[in-house]
């Protein structure tokens, strides 16, 4: 079983064009804005100028076997919901075993004051029986191919797609790339 995600670059820019994330090209060491969580073995979190035919730093965000996640993330305070956000992403999800089911993805997480998930956003790549689902409170956005692909999108826009999250109780943003598997 392989199940990759692969990053580039995250964008998050606001009412004046500031970049919002800290070290979101990834050009500082992971420990400089990001956070980790890890479940399971098989576990690779890391940068590299590999990962892409450009000169620049990816994160990659890899759980193999077994089931668990490998979770590379930040939480911002955002100044209002009308925030660019745009992302260049490699995602690549793979299961050969009927009682399993994998998901990697680039996950925007809607938090009020107290840090309370209100509502998400995925994008992602998933194998079959995987549990995401479009719901009032979260949206799916299907990787096109498990080629490199910049997705951009306002965030008020986005929050259209969520009719269960309020846009005026959202206070912060979590950014993460989340690699996932279960196995029964």
Known sequence: MRRLLVLLLIICSGLFGENLLTNGAFEQPLSTGWL???????????????????????????????????RLYQVVNIPATDIDFSVNAKLYAWDNHASAWTGACVLISYLNESNSLLGATRICAR??????????????????????????????DELTNLPGVTPSAIKKIQISLLDSTYHC
């Open 127 to 156: 194998s079959p029986g995987c549990p995401w689902n479009n719901s009032s409170t979260h949206h799916l956005i299907n990787a096109v191919d498990s080629l490199w692909h910049n997705y951009a999108f306002n965030i008020d």
């Open 36 to 70: 980790q969580a890890t479940s399971g073995v098989n576990v690779t979190i890391n940068r590299a100028t590999t990962y892409d035919p450009d000169p620049d730093y990816e994160a990659y965000v890899y759980k193999g076997s077994g089931s668990g996640y490998a």
